[in-house]
């Protein structure tokens, strides 16, 4: 059995597919999940849309940035980020220093489709939803290429992206 040393890091925008990607990711190489937004949730005892609600988003990018940079010092677990992640600089340098980094891209149109009916996000709980979509997509777009790998994630299932992980990690 292959025991990776480096962890595995998914991100990319809401709806991109990270959380079932490393679920599958994790049952497949026998390795151990953490989601960021699962540890900020788990950590504030509400739910993240209540704690943005509630705090603020620089509050909740705050703990974020606190929750990656414990997660990051792991070795060897899958580590699925929240889509916002990669607003601080810090939080991309910790999650490659010890982890091989996969941008899941998914076109606008397809995490429109994907979110729209999803009450549990606050970023699209707006009037245009796939206008600001587009407008995050196009702001993070250069945050998320410096990923070590981009990986199209806008397929209907999610064997693409986890084969072609599977194979960049088999290779590294
Ligand atoms: C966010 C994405 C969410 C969550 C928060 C902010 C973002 O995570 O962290 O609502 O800024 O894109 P998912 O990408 O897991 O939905």
Redesign the pocket.
């Known amino acids: 059995m292959l025991k990776f040393q480096k962890n595995i890091v998914l991100i990319?925008?809401?709806?991109?597919g990270?959380?079932m990607v490393a679920k599958a990711l994790a049952r497949k190489l026998k390795m151990p999940r953490l989601?960021?937004?699962e540890l900020?949730e788990k950590k504030a005892k509400l739910r993240?849309?209540d704690l943005?609600a509630q705090k603020g988003w620089e509050y909740?990018r705050a703990l974020?940035h606190k929750i990656v940079v414990q997660v990051s010092g792991k070795k060897g677990i899958i580590i699925?980020?929240?889509?916002?992640?990669v607003?601080d600089p810090e939080n991309l340098s910790a999650l490659k220093a010890n982890g091989i980094v996969f941008f899941l891209n998914a076109r606008p149109a397809v995490i429109y489709q994907r979110v729209k009916n999803d009450p549990s996000?606050?970023?699209v709980d707006v009037p245009n939803p796939l206008a600001q979509i587009r407008r995050?997509y196009k702001q993070r777009l250069p945050l998320y290429n410096q990923a070590h790998y981009a990986i199209d994630a806008s397929g209907v299932s999610i064997e693409g992206p986890v084969a072609q992980i599977l194979a960049r990690v088999i290779q590294s």
């Open positions: 990319g925008m809401m709806g991109s990270k959380s989601s960021t937004d900020i993240i849309k943005v909740f974020e699925d980020c929240g889509g916002g992640v607003m996000r606050p970023l995050i």
